[in-house]
């Protein structure tokens, strides 16, 4: 199990980080968000506790194996037919958000940041290798949604594995430190409520107590989070400056994410 899943993350880690190196030296290379490089040391913490955090999931999930009796909380092998299969997606999707949305924030809170989220945010300049960048707390919280969701409803495996996969990619567009959606992204109704890289960069390098959601943006606008240069950064980072090559687009200037060393 930790093989299986300690490989999924190294291959979407992987091939997302080969897809920006590539990206970085085309004419697109302008979309870095931030000047400053994320180092070899930087990379390494996050591939060490991402590893962490796939060995507390395998544990958690062990437990609710034991817990019961071997059928584990994936007992519907099953399809509801293909359209009510991708509904279930959706809606585990939709759940999800929800849920890392107030879990994330939750953590944010003053008393809980130190045991909970200070490693994430050790990331000021993230990677895809930070997708599970996790201390173990946190990591338990992130794995704690899987059964509560499963209690509610239940989900055929393949569902979840789809869920799961997702994720899983999502979560390394977020953290890989260059814009890799297009500039209309947030000009077209179709598209503007889901979020971009520079949504959650800002998170990690100015807009600490800002852009909290993980896919979309409909509970930091609802519950007035996301950060107010969010539109005006993306802007930036996705000007078409081919004709004139400029350095690497910094972090708003002024703004710095407080998280101890």
Known sequence: MFGVDAGRYVIVAA???????????????????????????????????????????????????????????????????????????????????????????TMHHPKLFKYFHRAHHRSVTPTAWAIYSFAIPEAVVMFA????????????????????????????????????????????????WINTTTHHDLHHSGGFNTNYGLYFTWWDR??????????????EVVADRSSSPAPAAAAPEGEKAPVPA
């Open 145 to 192: 949604f899987i059964p509560l969701w499963l209690t509610i409803v239940s989900v055929p495996i393949w569902v979840m594995f789809m869920w799961a996969n997702f994720q899983l990619i999502r979560n390394a567009m977020g953290h890989a430190g260059f814009e890799l959606h297009p500039r209309w992204w947030l000009s077209s109704p179709l598209t503007r």
């Open 15 to 105: 091939v997302t980080s080969a897809i920006v190196w590539g990206l970085r030296r085309t004419r697109l290379g302008t979309r870095k968000i931030q000047a400053r490089e994320a180092t070899a040391a930087d990379m390494r913490r996050e591939m060490f506790q991402s590893l962490r955090s796939i060995g507390v999931y395998i544990v958690m999930a062990l437990l609710l194996l034991w817990a019961f009796g071997g059928a584990g909380i994936y007992q519907f092998e099953g399809s509801y037919g293909f359209g009510a299969d991708m509904a279930l997606l959706a809606a585990t999707i939709v759940a999800h958000d929800t849920y890392f949305y107030w879990a994330h924030r």
């Open 222 to 235: 609802l519950m007035g989070t996301e950060h107010p240069r969010y539109a005006e950064r993306f802007a």
